[in-house]
């Protein structure tokens, strides 16, 4: 046994899977920032409330509704190193066609950095960011269930690469007649990279599938 504990010990650090740090796996991870202070202190998603917050509509379309008509939302975070991100939105209830329209804009700026050659000599300044323009509508099928959709026009701007891009979100929201009890499920950022930083190397959109319930 005393011979054999010191081998299980080796062998445990030789079996052992390390990963270094890891980029990331999609491009424009801007798009799943939290855009409002209310939705930050909720782990950063909150897609089974329907109120007047119209920054909710931004991550769930179906939950825009009448009571979102011409309310504004605006929010605007710092960062270390000069990187900040925000976001502000409008929604517009249509009484006729029983429709709620939004648009909004989630950004992000990293600051800015040295250009420097490859002896480290500063040979001027760059800068760095990315923006989402997004509109969005969202219908009462009946009173039970809602939903909506999004379209979002993306623009990356990394020093001189470039990149655009299209997402649309879309979801589904149902609520029993207490308004006790919500469920929803939504598709976000499904889309494709229309121009490439450089060549043809297109790359994969943070697609995400959510599914949630609450219950007061």
Do not use: C
Not at 21 to 35: D, K, M, P, T
Not at 61 to 89: C, R
Not at 177 to 201: D, H, I, P, W
């Amino acid at each position: 046994m005393k011979k054999i504990l010191p081998l299980l010990f080796s062998l445990s650090f030789i079996l052992q899977k390390t990963d270094a740090q890891v980029g990331g796996e999609h491009i424009y991870e801007f798009l799943n920032h939290s855009n409002s202070a209310r939705v930050t202190g909720l782990a950063g998603n909150l897609i089974t409330v329907k109120d007047d917050d119209v920054a909710l509509a931004y991550s769930n379309p179906s939950l825009l509704n009448a009571e979102m008509h011409q309310e504004l939302t605006f929010n605007y975070n710092f960062h270390l190193s000069d990187i900040s991100n925000g976001y502000f939105g409008y929604a517009h209830h249509l009484k006729k066609q029983d429709l709620t329209l939004h648009g909004g804009l989630q950004y992000i700026t990293y600051g800015k950095f040295d250009w420097t050659d490859n002896l480290g000599n500063v040979n001027g300044q760059f800068k760095a960011s990315e923006y989402a323009l997004t509109m969005g509508a969202g219908k009462q099928l009946y009173k039970n269930l809602s939903v909506g959709a999004n379209l979002k026009v993306i623009n990356s701007q990394l020093e001189s690469y470039t990149s655009y891009g299209i997402a649309t979100d879309v979801g589904a929201y149902y609520s029993d007649l207490t308004g006790r009890f919500g469920a929803t499920l939504v598709f976000k950022n499904m889309g494709v990279q229309l121009s490439a930083y450089e060549g043809e190397n297109r790359e994969a959109l943070p697609f995400d599938i959510q599914l949630g319930i609450s219950q007061r």
